[in-house]
């Protein structure tokens, strides 16, 4: 018997394992795949099916509505901070300080800002994080993780998900309306905004760059795109380069345009640059500031990715601060609706508030570095460790504190390896897709496009995709 998705139906033990292996089956043909670890012979990729749920999961309507209703006003927010050279370095000064990877993002940020930014547009493919908060029972509310402002994946994988799970109904007899299980646009509109981007710089045989990691799992995400890309316009190719490769092989015009083996670049688009483990070296940073210094449409921009960083995030929950970039009321209450409280652990007397609070009470925080891809944040006792340690150091100024989001728990079976294959109570989050094309002065696109739920067992604190934590879901709307 499968008590999820809201209601009670009956799947005995034979059918669930016939509707699983048909499920592994459907995900593989459909290409809801990532690398394997291992290598076929002569070192050919193998593929492996992506973690998935079984079923979707169930959300309440209201709740998803309201993710999808506030993404005009966080574009718009994003953008606007990002082009505010105040907010930025005042919300970023004390963690400039101290961590070592921001001031690399920072120094490129600066060299462009002084030279003149080269080309006005930035793109945003933006996604927003959010749980639904059941602390209080009565009184669910959506509420945000993070917006994560590069290399924003799994658009590709959630749009085939919804496939993958109205198959799986179907198998099992569970009816559904397209209004529970949503048709998913997020893969066409973050290809569409790719194109857009490109035909804003009115070159017609200039490419769009795809900037990878060497080793990367998650690649039948960013493959699909590039499909999709091709789909929508087969005059348009896209190239896939690591940093590496454009320190060797990408040079800049005179007037500033991007060649990579001879091709010119209209759009770079990074999958790769969030985390220090992409910039090994000087090179890497070198084929960074290569790119930002370009006439190319930059997806993110470095303005983009600085204004998405997790501190500019707790400074945004601040009195005033929203209010600074956005007049309409009624967006900031949309935006800050979705906020729980956050804390600066900066050294000094505003930051020993933040980290009394998480020395006492460690259960009820996340505590975040400016990192981004998972794995990075500190739950409960390590919190409390952390804070301890780091009390006169400022260390802390790296670090924000967050109010933990306590979701709901549901039921799903989870097909990923090294989890049990049983009904499990699990939690999920849901992201939500924004495309935004703008300058300083001008905004050019500014829409929301699909979304992606993911899910983990309950009691894990990590929801990363790509690091193995959670599993790819779909969202099944309840009223
Ligand atoms: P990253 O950039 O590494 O993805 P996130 O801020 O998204 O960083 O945090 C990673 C994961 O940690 C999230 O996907 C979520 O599962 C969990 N998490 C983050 N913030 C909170 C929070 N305030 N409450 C509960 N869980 C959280
Ligand atoms: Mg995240």
């Known amino acids: 018997m499968a008590d999820c998705l809201g209601s009670k139906f009956h799947v005995d033990e034979k059918r669930l394992n016939e509707v699983l292996d048909k499920a592994r089956a459907f995900a593989l043909t459909k290409g809801i795949c990532m690398q394997s670890e291992q290598q076929g012979q002569n070192g050919t990729m193998l593929a492996q099916h992506f973690p998935f749920t079984l079923f979707p999961s169930v959300v309440p309507r209201t709740c998803f509505q309201e993710a999808v209703d506030c ?14 050279h105040n907010f930025l370095e005042n919300s970023l000064k004390n963690v400039l300080e101290v961590d070592e990877f921001t001031q690399g993002l920072w120094k490129i940020y600066t060299q462009v800002r002084e030279e003149g930014y080269t080309q006005p547009l930035s793109l945003g493919l933006f996604r927003n994080d959010f749980m639904i908060d059941a602390l209080d029972p009565d009184h669910i509310q959506i509420k945000q993780v993070e917006i994560n402002t590069i290399a924003a994946g799994a658009s590709s994988l959630g749009s085939l998900l919804v496939l993958l799970h109205r198959f799986t109904l179907d198998m099992i007899g569970k009816y559904y309306d397209k209004e529970e299980v949503l048709n998913n646009n997020a893969s066409l509109g973050t290809a569409w905004g790719l194109l857009k981007a490109w035909g804003l710089y009115r070159r017609k045989r200039a490419v769009i760059l795809f900037v990878v990691r060497e080793t990367e799992s998650n690649i039948f995400d960013q493959r699909h795109l590039e499909f999709k890309v091709f789909s929508l316009n087969p005059g348009v190719r896209v ?3 690591t940093y590496l490769d454009i320190y060797n092989g990408a040079s800049l015009t005179e007037d500033k345009r991007l060649l990579v083996d001879g091709d010119e670049v209209a759009v770079v688009y990074l999958r790769a640059g969030y985390a ?3 910039f090994p070296t000087h090179k890497e940073w070198d084929a960074r500031l290569k790119l930002e210094r370009s006439l190319a449409v930059k997806c993110p921009s470095i303005q983009y990715h600085l204004a998405g960083l997790k501190k500019i995030q707790q400074e945004l929950t601040l009195p005033g601060s929203v209010e600074q970039f956005i007049k309409d009321p009624a967006a900031v209450r949309r935006i800050r609706a979705t906020f729980v409280k956050q804390y600066s652990l900066d050294l000094g007397p505003e930051g020993d508030k933040g980290v009394e609070l998480g020395r006492n009470d460690p259960h009820m925080y996340v505590l975040k570095p400016q990192r981004e891809g998972g794995g990075h944040n500190l739950y409960g006792n390590d919190i409390r460790t952390f804070l301890e340690r780091h009390h006169n150091s400022k260390e802390r100024n790296a670090y924000t504190l967050m109010e933990r989001i306590f979701p709901k728990a549901n039921k799903n079976y989870l097909v990923t390896p090294g989890t049990p294959f049983a009904l499990s109570d699990v939690i999920s989050e849901i992201g939500i897709y924004g495309v935004f094309i ?24 990590e929801s990363g995709l790509r690091t193995g934590h959670a599993c790819l879901d779909t969202p099944f709307l309840v009223n």
Do not use: W, Y
Request: charged share 25%; hydrophobic share 35%; proline share 2%.
């Open 239 to 241: 190239l896939r380069r």
């Open 276 to 278: 220090p483990d992409d």
């Open 71 to 84: 993404m005009l006003d966080f574009n718009t927010l994003i953008h606007k901070v990002a082009h505010d």
């Open 438 to 461: 703008g300058s300083a002065n001008e905004v050019k696109i500014n829409m929301q496009c699909g979304h992606m739920l993911r899910t983990k067992l309950l009691g894990t604190d």
